[in-house]
């Protein structure tokens, strides 16, 4: 039996797909109404949220693969695009949390 990973299966990248796709037009919704203090909570709590989904994504991923094959195998290219960027939307969360950024 050659089970698919999670992450190798067709569904997990149109969902993956579909979430980026959400995550743009959030930001440039947020854009458009950037203007508006009182969106600013909902816009807030929507990164939050499709950070949380990317830390998910890429911990699956790394778990399927392992940090080794991850980091260095054949996807490396964009695993490390997606680890530095996700990285970078928490290491900002964090910062925001703590009221050094925001």
């Known amino acids: 039996v050659n089970a698919l990973r999670l992450s190798e299966r067709h569904a997990f990248h149109y969902a993956v797909g579909a979430i980026i796709l959400l995550n743009t037009l959030t930001i440039t919704f947020e854009a458009a109404l950037v203007q ?3 969106m600013k909570p909902l816009f807030c709590f929507l990164e ?5 989904v990317y830390v998910v994504e890429i911990n699956i991923r790394l778990r399927e ?3 080794h094959s991850f980091f260095l195998g054949p ?5 490390w695009f997606d680890f ?4 970078t939307g928490v290491a900002d969360a964090i910062l925001t949390f703590l009221g050094i950024s925001g």
Do not use: E, K, L, Q
């Open 36 to 38: 508006h203090n009182g």
């Open 48 to 52: 939050f949220v499709f950070m949380v």
């Open 65 to 67: 693969v392992g940090i």
């Open 75 to 79: 996807h490396r290219g964009w695993n």
């Open 84 to 87: 530095a960027i996700t990285s």
